[in-house]
């Protein structure tokens, strides 16, 4: 299977700076990507799908990059409801499979 | 407005069957595909099991191939997941959610299984 790995495990960072997720595959996945974002007691929710296409009311400061093994999610601007976990998960072979997340905390 | 409801979730012990059910309103349900997915307690997101739009194709991670089964009713608008020979490792949140592509979209708030004697 496809192992994805995230890091940092933990991003500090204080509202308003900019934040970078990076998300790396063990195979190439082309462009079949996705991000998602979890808080505390909720669901997940679907942010990035093929890579750097925004779901249905997802902000503009939220943007995805990358194909084949190298992708990012970039958080321009943080803002107070941006705090929360991220995933990575590859759509390109069954299984399909997560990375581990990234935490994003209040600096 | 998408809903996705799922329940059947509760306490089984190790050895045990359980039928997840997922409710769905607010699209064409018979157009989409429909993933299981699943978070153990503190941990992060697996995926479980997909069935395509008719129910003609389904794909399961590993670890629950022969154990679970997922089916579709679509005059019922609900996706199942029928969980058997259930292991402590199995014990989790699973959710429901719609597939665009292999994407997971839309997800329901998810049912608490426990595995435990």
């Known amino acids: 299977e496809i192992v994805m790995t995230q890091s940092p495990a933990t991003l500090s960072v204080s509202p308003g700076e900019r934040a970078t997720l990076s998300c790396g595959a063990s195979q190439s996945v082309s462009s079949d990507l996705a991000w998602y974002q979890q808080k505390p007691g909720q669901a997940p929710r679907l942010l990035i799908y093929?890579?750097?296409t925004r779901a249905t009311g997802v902000p503009a400061r939220f943007s995805g990059s990358g194909s084949g093994t190298d992708f990012t999610l970039t958080i321009s601007s943080l803002q107070p409801e941006d705090f929360a976990v991220y995933y990575c998960?590859?759509?390109?072979?069954?299984?399909?499979?997560f990375g581990g997340g990234t935490k994003v905390e209040i600096k | 407005q998408v809903q996705l409801v799922e329940s059947g979730g509760g306490v089984v012990q190790p050895g045990r069957s359980l039928r997840l059910s997922c409710a769905v309103s607010g699209f064409t349900f018979s157009d989409y595909g429909m993933h299981w997915l699943r978070q153990a307690p503190g941990k992060g997101l697996e995926w479980v099991a997909v069935?395509?739009?008719?129910?003609?194709?389904?794909f399961y991670t590993d670890s629950v191939k022969g154990r679970f089964a997922i089916s579709r009713d679509n005059s019922k608008d609900t996706v199942y997941l029928q969980m058997g020979s259930l292991r402590t490792e199995d014990a989790a949140v699973y959710y429901c959610?719609?597939?665009?592509?292999?994407?997971?979209?839309?997800w329901g708030q998810g049912t608490l299984v426990t595995v435990s004697s």
């Open positions: 959610a719609s597939a665009a592509g292999n994407t997971a979209w839309y």
């Open positions: 093929d890579a750097s």
């Open positions: 069935i395509s739009n008719d129910g003609s194709n389904k």
């Open positions: 998960q590859q759509n390109n072979k069954w299984p399909l499979t």
